[in-house]
């Protein structure tokens, strides 16, 4: 098959060199999808030492959570005693 068109040529020439360009760019970015899943896993080990950690994390920021609720419970029945403790009409 012969192209006698310059102009066709140069065209297809040009697609061609986009087409290159552009498998290049894919497989840079298959080889970095590639780096990303091998430096993402972890080994079992590394994955029950986190989970400990998140663990211990979680229960003492549920303690912590537990404390405010029981501090927050004595101040609003502190305070009902003080509201309770008023006289509005005190009898004379």
Same mark, same amino acid.
């Given at each position: 098959?012969?192209i *006698?068109?310059? *102009?066709?040529?140069?065209e297809?020439?040009? @697609?061609?060199?986009?087409?290159? /360009?552009? /498998?290049? %760019?894919?497989?840079?970015?298959?080889?970095?999808?590639? !780096? +990303?899943k091998?430096?993402e896993?972890?080994?079992?080990? @590394?994955? +029950?030492? !986190?989970?400990?950690?998140? *663990?211990? /994390?979680?229960?003492?920021?549920?303690?912590? +959570?537990?404390? !405010?609720?029981?501090?927050? %419970?004595?101040?609003?029945q502190?305070? /009902?005693?003080?509201?309770?403790?008023? @006289? +509005?009409?005190?009898?004379?």
């Amino acid at each position: 098959m012969t192209i *006698s068109s310059k *102009s066709l040529k140069r065209e297809i020439f040009a @697609e061609y060199q986009m087409a290159l /360009i552009e /498998i290049q %760019r894919l497989e840079a970015e298959i080889e970095l999808m590639n !780096d +990303l899943k091998k430096s993402e896993l972890i080994a079992p080990k @590394e994955y +029950l030492n !986190d989970f400990q950690n998140r *663990s211990e /994390i979680h229960n003492k920021e549920m303690n912590l +959570l537990f404390e !405010d609720l029981i501090w927050l %419970r004595n101040q609003i029945q502190l305070g /009902i005693k003080k509201i309770n403790s008023v @006289e +509005l009409f005190p009898i004379k």
